[in-house]
């Protein structure tokens, strides 16, 4: 399974961003999908998550309310709408898919993109 981010890029602060993950080579309707960031000299942290079938989404604490997450099955993609952006969301964002267990650890995804940048000035 091969899963392609685009979408990155440099944004001032209180710009947005919209990421899309292509994802090709299994069957994209039936993951569970979501987003990780990891900053310099930071662990990768969870930024969101949308099950396989759609419904409930959920967001990290830093995140919420400014992130959207979804996806559109037809076309094997996913996205993460980014408003209202932050320095401190400047990252590099990793489309994320198949977890196995705990939707909130980077170790619990069995596969990986491999990572767009955003940068946010101030």
């Known amino acids: 399974v091969q899963l392609v981010e685009s979408g990155g890029g440099l944004v001032q602060a209180g710009g947005s961003l919209r990421l899309a993950c292509a994802v090709s080579?299994?069957?994209?309707?039936?993951?569970?999908m979501g987003w990780f960031r990891q900053a310099p000299g930071k662990e990768r942290e969870f930024v969101a998550v949308i099950p396989r079938g759609g419904g409930s989404t959920y967001y990290g604490d830093s995140v919420t309310g400014r992130f959207t997450i979804s996806r559109d099955d037809p076309k094997n993609t996913l996205y993460l709408q980014m408003n209202s952006l932050k320095p401190e969301d400047t990252a590099v964002y990793y489309c994320?898919?198949?977890?196995?267990?705990?939707?909130?650890?980077?170790?619990?995804?069995?596969?990986w993109g491999q990572g767009t940048q955003v940068t946010v000035s101030s």
């Open positions: 994320v898919g198949h977890p196995n267990g705990n939707y909130y650890k980077a170790s619990s995804y069995n596969y």
């Open positions: 080579g299994g069957t994209f309707s039936n993951y569970d």
